[in-house]
């Protein structure tokens, strides 16, 4: 069974820059894709940003130009590099990961708020 742990979160100012690490542990595991989504209060789970075991990579909108997604598939990895944060960002950020049925392995989630 997958077990993913997030680390890096935290407090920054706006304009601030944050990097997200996860790291996959339990077993050998080909994945599909990882990715991190956010969740603000009051509002539905989001896909910030994902990359497939091929590199392609996706961003939502939000955050595209400002954020960067990387993986290293021989540690089982994934970063998100957050640059130029705004309040909106705040949020509980997730790592998953995906198999072809879509992501079905969630961390726990960290914090992340960015302060204006």
């Known amino acids: 069974q997958v077990q993913l742990e997030e680390s890096g979160g935290g407090l920054v100012q706006s304009g601030g820059s944050l990097r997200l690490s996860c790291v996959a542990s339990g077993g050998i595991f080909i994945f599909y894709a990882m990715g991190w989504y956010r969740q603000a209060p009051g509002k539905q789970r989001e896909l910030v940003a994902e990359i497939t075991n091929e590199g392609v990579t996706n961003y939502a909108d939000a955050v595209k130009g400002r954020f960067a997604i990387s993986r290293d598939n021989a540690l089982n990895t994934v970063d998100l590099q957050m640059n130029n944060l705004k309040p909106d960002d705040t949020a509980v950020y997730y790592c998953?990961?995906?198999?072809?049925?879509?992501?079905?392995?969630w961390g726990q989630g960290i914090q992340v708020t960015v302060s204006s």
């Open positions: 998953a990961t995906a198999g072809t049925l879509g992501y079905d392995s």
